[in-house]
């Protein structure tokens, strides 16, 4: 609740403009266009509301007819479409994807190759259904592009520092001298 | 879980709100403050007056109503909020499947009761 001040006016004034910007704040992803239209309709709502007592409002008016407008983050229920019931769950594809990049990493000491592969498919399945997926899913699908990423790189390294020992000078024992047989008597 | 009816009423408002302002306007153009005092009588359709501006904005956006201004006897000009073709089309298609869907709950939820 805001701190009333001790003007009417401004106190009227303070609490329609903290509500709309709330609202605004609230609305920040929308549309601009529409968002203008929710507060001007608003704004409209509150001064007609107002204009109808006949009298200076007061600030327990102002709360009143917020009041009834409703708490500010109950406004985006019409606009979004329906939530499902309970707390948003991550698909089955997102948790395996998750999985499978988890995988990349410790696969990268076993087999390279494997982890490379198991890498870059958990990063293009999360890139590919990180577009369509909902919230709960999006951050799985984003930590699995992460992971799947970090094994792929590690499994580069892994397999270029191999190539890089193998390709190293090899040390060649120096050829020991057989004495030469000695002619016998 | 277990929903709340609060949470059941706001998920099929979702649903019907739209086509009841709809039908507000049928009457006639209406503006914001007329349109949630006519809503709200009906207080298990409408939770809150706040609700009808992002959903007026929604209508308008998908061409179902169109807005102009018109002179108040007291203050400024209003905004007032009209009906086009689509929004009246949209309208008799709700209303065409409106009483079956109705019934067909009822029954059900009747039967199960």
Same mark, same amino acid.
């Given at each position: 609740m805001m701190r009333r001040s001790s003007n009417p006016q401004v106190a009227v004034d303070g609490l329609i403009d903290a509500y709309l910007a709330d609202v605004e704040i609230d609305f920040a992803d929308v549309d601009p266009r529409e968002r203008a239209a929710v507060l001007a309709g608003l704004r409209e709502h509150i001064d007609d509301a107002l204009r109808g007592l006949a009298r200076a409002p007061s600030p327990a008016d102002v709360e009143r007819v917020l009041a009834e407008l409703g708490p500010v983050a109950s406004l985006r229920a019409a606009v979004e479409p329906s939530a499902p019931a309970g707390p948003a769950r991550p698909t089955p594809v997102a948790i395996a994807t998750l999985l499978l990049a988890v995988l990349s990493v410790p696969l990268v000491v076993v087999n390279a190759a494997v982890a490379a592969v198991v890498g870059l498919l958990a990063v293009t399945i999360a890139l590919v259904a990180l577009r369509g997926a909902d919230a709960a899913s999006r951050g799985l699908f984003k930590l699995a592009a992460g992971i799947g990423g970090m094994g792929l790189l590690l499994a580069l390294l892994y397999a270029l520092t191999l190539l890089g020992s193998s390709a190293g000078p090899v040390d060649v024992e120096p050829p020991t001298q057989v004495p030469e047989p000695t002619a016998g008597p | 879980?277990? +929903?709340? =009816?609060? *949470? $059941? %009423?706001?998920?099929? @408002?979702? =649903?019907?709100?739209? /086509?009841?302002?709809? *039908?507000? +306007?049928?009457? @006639?153009?209406? !503006? =914001? +403050?007329? $349109? &949630?005092?006519?809503? *709200? @009588?009906?207080?298990?359709? /409408? &939770?809150? *007056?706040?609700? +009808? !501006?992002? %959903?007026l904005a929604r209508l308008r956006r998908q061409g179902w109503v169109e807005t102009t201004w018109r002179q108040s006897p007291s203050g400024p000009p209003r905004r007032y909020y009209t009906l086009t073709p689509d929004g009246i089309a949209s309208l008799d298609a709700f209303s065409a499947v409106w009483p079956e869907f109705r019934r067909g709950v009822q029954t059900v939820v009747e039967e199960v009761a």
């Open positions: - | 879980m277990v +929903l709340t =009816g609060e *949470a $059941i %009423l706001t998920q099929m @408002r979702k =649903g019907v709100l739209e /086509f009841c302002v709809l *039908a507000h +306007l049928q009457n @006639r153009p209406s !503006y =914001g +403050l007329e $349109i &949630a005092s006519s809503m *709200a @009588r009906h207080r298990h359709l /409408f &939770a809150s *007056a706040g609700t +009808l !501006y992002p %959903l």
